[in-house]
């Protein structure tokens, strides 16, 4: 299902709600958003840490010190 026809089916799907059902889906949402959000950055920091990268944070770290 292509990504136009999944936008069409939420769109018609939505037509039937009341208001109160769709604050409940867009916080649903919302919280997925979070969640996945928050799963991607815990992969990231595990790949950083696995490959011995240095992350964004070190770098801001080192300059930082380097600059006092």
Same mark, same amino acid.
């Given at each position: 299902m292509g990504i136009f026809d999944q936008m069409k089916m939420a769109g018609d799907m939505m037509k039937n709600m009341d208001p109160s059902q769709m604050k409940e889906l867009v916080a649903q949402a919302k919280e997925s958003q979070k969640m996945l959000e928050d799963q991607i950055k /815990?992969?990231?920091? +595990?790949? @950083?840490?696995?490959?011995?990268?240095?992350? /964004?944070?070190?770098? +801001?770290? @080192?300059i930082q010190e380097k600059s006092n």
């Open positions: /815990k992969i990231v920091n +595990e790949e @950083i840490k696995n490959r011995g990268l240095v992350s /964004k944070e070190e770098v +801001e770290k @080192i």
